[in-house]
């Protein structure tokens, strides 16, 4: 089975509006609620796509209990370490060809928290094939705790698909402690590297680099123009076809799902490729973040081209 891991949870409350008023009350009649965070995206998608997955985390409070219903709902197997404080809530207002986000940074936890987390994690793992990490650490665990989630996996033999940014992504880079995959994005990467890229020649260059010495896989994606991909030693440049999109939020969430999916079912690399292109696509054709229709990804996979550069 697929494990997946989300350290912050969140309630995410999606509020339609005509239009954001300052300073007095706006009503709203358009609203979503679901269990949300990269990781929990990933989770659903992966569901979607058919594969067994289950849920791991963080949750506290009433929020987290609602996380929790959601994913019964949906099917989804979960197993959860509980926190003392309130999961949290996150709110997008989507007005006026506008989304504005407000997040909430999330609980702190405590160093028994942390442990009793580590305790069921390493159980989990005993039944998994793939571990997805996703998403920011919530406050009061350090920076580097995604190391010690990475090595833990590469001990137990399991493969870790890591999609992380900043600090968090930067001290796994840096240990000795090597995830089967990363998924940085163009901007993401260029912050970790500190450079604009414009070339595929330059991509190779950064992607040579110390830094990623030891990782299998680096998907650099790219949002409509596919992906850009080092295997091994060899570099690939991902084609998709132009697609209508609706929302394009959590397709980087997808991808990661779809490449979860693959890897579990022991797909080669071309086909893993394709697997997450395709479910990165079929997110954007999806009014919901991070859902796919699992009935479009014959179509879909077919058309996307994947060359050895
Ligand atoms: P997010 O942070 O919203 O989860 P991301 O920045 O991590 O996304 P992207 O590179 O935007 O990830 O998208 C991941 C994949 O989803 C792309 O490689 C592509 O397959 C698909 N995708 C994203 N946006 C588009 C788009 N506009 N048209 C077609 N496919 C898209």
New binding site residues.
């Given amino acids: 089975m697929i494990l997946t891991v989300t350290m912050n949870p969140s309630v995410d409350m999606m509020y339609a509006m005509d239009k954001l008023e300052l300073d007095t009350v706006n009503r709203v009649s358009d609203v979503l609620k679901s269990a949300g965070g990269k990781g929990l995206n990933v989770t659903r998608v992966a569901h979607q796509l058919g594969s067994k997955v289950v849920a791991t985390g963080l949750v506290g409070g009433t929020v987290g209990a609602y996380i929790e219903k959601d994913l019964n709902q949906s099917g989804i197997n979960h197993r959860f370490s509980q926190i003392a404080s309130e999961s949290r809530n996150c709110l997008a207002l989507i007005h006026e060809g506008h989304q504005t986000e407000v997040l909430e940074k999330g609980p702190t936890i405590s160093k028994e928290e942390a442990t009793s987390f580590l305790e069921l994690y390493r159980d989990l793992l005993k039944q998994a094939n793939v571990v997805t990490i996703s998403g920011s650490l919530p406050q009061g665990l350090p920076v580097d705790f995604y190391v010690l989630l990475v090595s833990e996996a590469e001990e137990a033999g399991k493969r870790v698909l890591l999609d992380s940014s900043g600090q968090s992504l930067e001290a796994v880079l840096k240990s000795q402690s090597k995830p089967y995959m990363i998924k940085p ?1 163009t901007e993401e990467l260029e912050a970790l590297m500190g450079v604009s890229i414009q070339t595929d020649d330059e991509l190779k260059v950064i992607l040579r680099d110390s830094l990623f010495e030891g990782i299998p896989l680096i998907v650099v ?4 123009d ?2 850009f991909v080092k295997y091994n030693e060899i570099f690939y440049r991902v084609k ?1 076809p132009k ?1 209508t ?1 609706v929302n ?8 990661v799902a779809g490449m979860a999916v693959a890897i579990s079912e022991g797909k080669d690399i071309l086909e893993c490729l394709k697997l997450a ?1 395709t479910a ?2 079929l ?2 054709m999806e009014a919901k973040t991070g859902f796919v229709n699992p009935d479009k990804v014959d179509e879909y996979l077919d058309k996307i081209e994947v060359i050895e550069i």
């Fill in positions: 994005n994606s790219m949002g409509a596919g992906a998709i697609i999109v394009p939020v959590g397709s980087g969430d997808s991808t292109m990165g696509m997110n954007t």
